[in-house]
């Protein structure tokens, strides 16, 4: 008998099927929680911490699902028919499965980077109880220049990229219609285009439910992307999403504010799933 209780399967959408984790609460359950994770290489980076974090909180009476986006990690689909709206999408899928899974609970969604600004966007339409937002970026397009910049750090370095090109290069390449590989997947110009206007959503003043922004540069105040809806931690460099360290960082603290979130979530609220 394993210490988790944790069961993979498979959600339909559409043609194909999202990979799924159900990490079910030990005792009581407090509260359900979507997470929504990043892509590409940092989905890697990141994935044994993202699966301790899913534990912790079903350790401590938290249902969790973690997803796969189509064409991402364990899903079915195409890489090159990817767009942020159809990742979008995936969420709004996961969240669905998770309330019919788990009813009864104040239902949470919670985001790393990429699935940060994706969760952000289901929350902003769907009933869901909270909003819980790791390291976002400001837009779709910002984080995609991001992973561009150290491409072209990695080419530099490694010289696996030919002759010298720069992100202006790739960007070109990709608005002409071209694929380029970044990260051991191809970009297509589907999801360069998909990423143009679609900013972080941050929730409406008028929205009573509970939501936060987790900057973990420890970054000040008047850096913060939601000042008075953001909290700011200094987690260990490098970032976890970035690089697979041997030894995995000390989030303790991230870890017991994020469980604090959840679990205070719908007392927050003026009723079990409110909507926008």
Known sequence: MTAWDESPGFIPQGADSLYCVHHRARGERRAAVLLAGPFGLERAHGYVVWVRWARFLASRGVEVLRLDYRGCGESTGRFEDATFPRWEEDVRTGLEHLRRASPGVPLVLHGLRLGALLAARVFCTEPA????????????????????????????????????????????????????????????????????????????????????????????????????RSHSVRAPRPFFWTTSNRLLPELGPLHEDGLSFITNAGAATTHEGAGP
Do not use: F
């Open 129 to 228: 109880t909270g909003l819980l937002m790791w390291e976002p970026p400001e837009s779709a397009r910002a984080h995609l220049m991001e992973v561009l910049r150290r491409k072209v750090a990695a080419d530099n370095l490694e010289g696996t990229g030919g002759a010298a090109r720069s992100r202006d290069d790739y960007v070109a390449t990709l608005e002409a219609g071209g694929v380029v590989e970044v990260e051991g997947q191809g970009w297509s110009r589907g999801l360069w285009r998909s990423a143009e206007g679609y900013p972080l959503a941050v929730p409406r003043r008028e929205d009573p439910r509970p939501w936060r922004v987790v900057h973990l540069d420890g970054r000040p105040e008047e850096r913060q992307l939601a000042p008075g």
